[in-house]
């Protein structure tokens, strides 16, 4: 098992040592965290506006009129459907900061950028007739889930570019006595410059092709198969096997494998929020929701399960101690005092179950929700911290909070078998302190001094 352990640390520290310095892994994770609480808040209009209740819809109408819903939906659109806007500001201004350039100044270039990058051109049918025209305007279609991965190589680039023109000393400087702000932004004139005339020959060149545009080819050649490869049950196990093993290291696996697979899965909970709205077939079982709500509870390992083991069957002061200490943050998805209070952290007798429980929620997920048993998430944003069986309600209706039930109590039948060996081993200790102790209390005729 040393061995195993010692060959795993070698794989996996340097790994994460690596994607936890990357700049480029951190400029978007830390981008996406801008708009995390604004998508919360219009998930809570749009829940409000579609509240799983029959009859809800009609109660509210005799008090607010029949269009209330309609009005409800307006927050929504003002933040799902330009997600791709906030995520191109958000790692902009968090990639600038990394390389040392103006955040402000970067995070307004790479907009500009994204915008030169996208046809101002949508579709319009004009009531009463079957002609299609384009006129001109934004397309929304773009500035939400779908532009997403146009909008974050243009933020990344972009930045990188107007970065390397400022270091390169090709700016304005005014002279001494000049506000802050005002030779801030001569300085940015010339490389925002050059980042414009880059991106505006880019898309020049795109417009030559059979796709028209950038987002075309992007969505088609890179987003769709990432899509497809990330909305699998394979992709799934694989990346919440690395969560954990991350984990057991005392490395935050959450932040190392959601840096490359938190992206896939807004972009997927963001298509089934589209459905969900415009009441079509909900298309992706592998979504955010899916992973926060149905693969683990109460934290990473699922260890809301190895919290009630541990409170039901064990014995030693320290773990019930610990148990009773910790389930009230645990309810709500914080397990810190589990991870490293227990502790889980390189402790062999709770790895198997700590990846072996989140891994079979996984599996027996997919297949409830494949099989129609239970209804795929809607993409509506929730807190992390939502406690079990609302999240389930809230995200696939009452069978995913029945779901949620039932695997919980399978996670607790398989963490017995293990938290009562690591229980054993805590009284045994236990019980030889006090030994000591009492050993300790003793008088002997050995202890005194002449």
């Not at 927050?75 to 958000?90: D, I, Q, R, S, Y």
């Not at 270039?109 to 994204?114: G, H, I, N, P």
Request: charged content about 10%.
């Amino acid at each position: 098992m040393d061995k195993i352990m010692s060959k795993l640390e070698k794989v996996l520290m340097p790994m994460a040592e690596k994607i936890g310095q990357n700049k480029l892994l951190i400029a978007i994770r830390d981008g996406f965290l801008v708009s995390s609480p604004l998508l919360i808040v219009g998930s809570i209009f749009l829940l409000i506006a579609n509240f799983p209740i029959p009859g809800w819809d009609e109660f509210w109408a005799q008090f607010f009129g029949a269009d209330w819903a309609a009005k409800m939906t307006h927050p929504v659109n003002a933040t799902f459907e330009v997600m791709t806007l906030l995520a191109v500001l958000g790692i902009g201004y968090s990639y600038a900061k990394q390389i040392g350039a103006d955040p402000i100044a970067s995070a307004a270039v790479a907009l500009v950028a994204f915008f030169i990058l996208t046809p101002f051109k949508i579709p319009f049918t004009p009531e009463g007739t079957k002609t299609a025209y384009e006129v001109t305007g934004i397309p929304l279609g773009w500035m939400g889930s779908k532009g997403m991965f146009v909008g974050m190589i243009t933020a990344i680039t972009s930045v990188k570019l107007f970065a390397a023109i400022t270091n390169k000393g090709w700016v304005i400087k005014m002279p001494d006595g000049v506000p802050p702000t005002v030779s801030k932004s001569f300085a940015a004139l010339i490389p925002s410059a050059v980042v414009m005339v880059t991106y505006f020959i880019i898309n020049s060149l795109v417009e030559l092709t059979p796709y028209g545009n950038i987002h075309e080819f992007v969505y088609l050649f890179l987003q769709m198969p990432l899509l497809a490869l990330g909305n699998s049950l394979g992709a799934m196990t694989i990346a919440y096997i690395f969560l954990h093993l991350f984990w057991f290291f005392g490395i935050n696996g959450s932040s190392v494998v959601g840096a490359v697979y938190n992206p896939i899965l807004k972009i997927l909970s963001a298509e089934n929020l589209e459905a969900f709205k415009s009441c079509l077939e909900i298309p992706n079982i592998i979504t955010g929701q899916f992973q926060d709500m149905f693969a683990t509870f109460g934290g990473a390992g699922s260890t809301l399960s190895l919290l009630i083991a541990m409170v039901l069957i064990c014995k030693s002061k320290r773990i019930k101690s610990l148990g009773k200490l910790s389930m009230l943050p645990g309810i709500f998805g914080i397990n810190e005092p589990m991870i490293f209070g227990l502790p889980i952290m390189l402790n062999p007798i709770l790895l198997i179950p700590f990846v072996l429980v989140p891994t079979v929620n996984i599996i027996i997920t997919y297949f409830c929700m494949s099989a129609g048993l239970v209804p795929l998430t809607n993409g509506v944003q929730l807190p992390w911290t939502t406690p079990i069986i609302f999240s389930g309600f809230l995200t696939t209706g009452w069978q995913g909070a029945v779901l949620q039930v039932i695997l919980l109590v399978i996670g607790v039948f398989m963490y017995i078998p293990f938290i009562k060996m690591l229980d054993n081993q805590y009284l045994r200790e236990e019980e030889q302190q006090q030994t000591e102790s009492i050993d300790d209390d003793d008088i002997s005729f050995d202890d005194l001094v002449l």
